[in-house]
């Protein structure tokens, strides 16, 4: 993922441009992404576009207000997001044992944001004959809750995953 403009950087909270310097600053040069991370192919419904920081903000747009307590807090206010980007962007995208990306899930017809879909913790690491599992979440809109679209988007991503993530 290509970093934040410079006047975009200026723009984010202080806390997340220190910690973006730091993930930085840890990685190896010339290091890249452990895995291909890509967006997923469209489902009958849905559009699956990779987060960065320039659709970032859709977070806020789906969940700040929302009560539901198991919406993650990060997802709520502006600077717990960033941050949580910044990890996102800057730390899990080049870890080789806990990878991870986000996918902005949107509707096909009209691009519209319903919700984010999750994979972290993927790992390089072989150990008894076993690659580590993986984990996946998801979380929806209020508005696009029980209507399917989290276990499409799901279904889809584990099917998926021996695919975007082989070496």
């Given at each position: 993922?290509?970093?934040p403009?410079?006047?975009?950087?200026?723009?984010?909270?202080?806390k997340?441009?220190?910690a973006?310097?730091?993930?930085r600053?840890?990685?190896r040069k010339?290091?890249?992404?452990?895995f291909?991370?890509?967006n997923?192919?469209d489902t009958?419904?849905?559009?699956?576009e990779l987060v960065?920081w320039?659709?970032?903000?859709a977070?806020?747009?789906?969940?700040?207000?929302?009560?539901?307590?198991?919406v993650d807090e990060?997802?709520?206010?502006?600077p717990k997001?960033?941050?949580?980007?910044?990890?996102l962007?800057?730390?899990?995208?080049?870890?080789?044992?806990h990878g991870g990306?986000d996918w902005?899930?949107?509707?096909?017809?009209?691009?519209?944001p319903?919700?984010?879909?999750?994979?972290?913790?993927?790992?390089?690491e072989f150990?008894d004959g076993?690659f580590?599992p993986?984990?996946v979440?998801?979380a929806?809109?209020?508005a696009?809750?029980?209507?399917g679209f989290?276990?499409?988007a799901a279904?889809?991503?584990?099917n998926?995953?021996?695919?975007?993530f082989?070496?």
């Amino acid at each position: 993922m290509a970093p934040p403009e410079k006047a975009f950087f200026k723009t984010l909270q202080p806390k997340t441009r220190e910690a973006i310097r730091l993930h930085r600053e840890m990685r190896r040069k010339r290091n890249t992404p452990s895995f291909r991370y890509q967006n997923l192919p469209d489902t009958d419904r849905l559009r699956y576009e990779l987060v960065t920081w320039k659709n970032f903000t859709a977070y806020l747009d789906l969940f700040q207000n929302d009560p539901n307590p198991f919406v993650d807090e990060h997802f709520k206010t502006r600077p717990k997001l960033e941050r949580y980007i910044a990890h996102l962007l800057e730390y899990s995208r080049y870890s080789f044992k806990h990878g991870g990306c986000d996918w902005l899930l949107r509707l096909k017809t009209d691009g519209t944001p319903i919700g984010v879909l999750h994979v972290y913790d993927l790992n390089w690491e072989f150990i008894d004959g076993k690659f580590f599992p993986c984990m996946v979440g998801y979380a929806l809109g209020e508005a696009f809750r029980k209507q399917g679209f989290a276990y499409e988007a799901a279904s889809h991503l584990l099917n998926q995953i021996p695919v975007l993530f082989q070496r």
